[in-house]
């Protein structure tokens, strides 16, 4: 079993960046595939970016496209995303992830959860 912790969240202004991290302890990364997700109040929670387990593989939501980067370092059990030039609409908490098949863009595929970390974007 893998537990997952994200970090990195917190305040930042229209068009700030934010680095997102998340830890796995238990089982090492390597074996899973990674994805990020976000739930805002009142809203489902949607798919950001996927990474499969060596990184060659990644996905992104059309929404973040061209400023959400994902990458991992298996060595240090770690994934990552990159968020740049963040939008008035994007807060919310944002989850990683993890899947010991494929990545996907359905919450229900992922069978290992992190607790979130909260991204609050100012105007």
């Known amino acids: 079993q893998v537990q997952l912790v994200e970090s990195g969240g917190g305040l930042v202004q229209a068009g700030g960046s934010l680095r997102l991290s998340c830890r796995a302890s238990?089982?090492?990364?390597?074996?899973?595939?990674m994805g990020w997700f976000r739930q805002a109040p009142e809203k489902e929670r949607e798919f950001v970016a996927g990474?499969?387990?060596?990184?060659?593989?990644?996905y992104f939501a059309d929404s973040v496209k061209g400023r959400f980067t994902i990458s991992r370092d298996n060595a240090k059990n770690k994934v990552y995303l990159q968020m740049n030039s963040l939008e008035p609409e994007e807060p919310a908490v944002y989850y990683c992830?993890?899947?010991?098949?494929?990545?996907?863009?359905?919450?229900?595929?992922?069978?290992?959860w992190g607790q979130g970390t909260q991204v609050t974007v100012s105007s």
């Open positions: 992830a993890a899947d010991s098949a494929a990545y996907s863009i359905v919450p229900i595929r992922y069978a290992h």
């Open positions: 238990g089982r090492t990364l390597s074996s899973y595939a």
């Open positions: 990474i499969s387990r060596s990184g060659s593989s990644i």
